[in-house]
């Protein structure tokens, strides 16, 4: 099957507390991981192999990626590259306590809620627990126009790891579609509507930038057969 997209989507970073669009990533993300813990108490039990197990709670949801930012790479026409601390400083921003924000329980000040955002199918809300900045190129005079982000991010909105990013579209969708594993676009194209040559319409509405790379547990909006 011959398969045409457009150009990639870049994935970003947006502030949840000033509606506003942080930074683009200037090279999407290879890969990226969650992980959750939950926590169980153990009361010993006289005469039994294993102890009594009890659910305590919960922990939340975190996300590690690595976002590389490359200013030597770009256009940058006659003059040298631009330092790569013009981008990243924009993230590491994100960290320091912002004086207009109170959180709701302490009546602190704190850094403010962000989310990583993807295209149209999903966004992680989340606030930035860690970030580790590592510079491996650099100019004649020592700037650094290369360097890796990598970070880590927790969960504060149980939407799933692939929730919808634009809760009006709701009408529009029949229903959400949770990726099996080694399931393709046009298999699912032709589960749902009976025709496998409708997996564009699907790809479109999720503005998928690869609809031949679908991850296992990714939810795909299904829209209406005529949206």
């Not at 457009?6 to 994935?11: E, L, M, R, S």
């Not at 108490?41 to 922990?59: N, R, T, V, Y």
């Not at 099996?180 to 409708?198: L, N, Q, R, S």
């Amino acid at each position: 099957m011959s398969v045409s997209y457009g150009n990639p989507v870049k994935a970003y970073i947006y502030n949840e507390d000033k509606g506003q669009k942080v930074i683009d990533c200037l090279f999407n993300p290879t890969e990226y991981s969650f992980s959750k813990s939950n926590e169980w108490s153990e009361d010993k039990a006289s005469g039994q192999d294993l102890p009594i197990a009890h659910f305590q709670g919960g922990g939340a949801t975190s996300m590690s990626v690595t976002i590389l930012f490359d200013t030597y790479a770009m256009d940058h026409g006659d003059g040298p590259p631009t330092d790569v601390r013009e981008y990243t400083e924009k993230v590491f921003s994100l960290m320091k306590v912002d004086s207009s924000l109170k959180d709701a329980k302490t009546g602190k000040s704190r850094p403010p809620i962000i989310s990583f955002r993807w295209g149209r199918t999903w966004s992680f809300k989340s606030v930035i627990k860690s970030i580790s900045q590592k510079f491996t190129l650099f100019t004649s005079d020592g700037t650094p126009v290369r360097a890796t982000l990598q970070l880590g991010l927790q969960q504060i909105q149980q939407d799933g790891t692939y929730p919808p990013q634009n809760p009006t579209s709701v009408a529009e969708v029949e229903r959400v579609h949770v990726v099996g594993p080694g399931e393709t676009i046009d298999g699912i194209a032709f589960t749902v509507y009976g025709d496998a040559m409708k997996w564009r319409q699907i790809a479109e509405y999720n503005n998928l930038d690869n609809p031949l790379r679908l991850l296992p547990g990714q939810k795909l909006a299904i829209p209406n057969r005529n949206p």
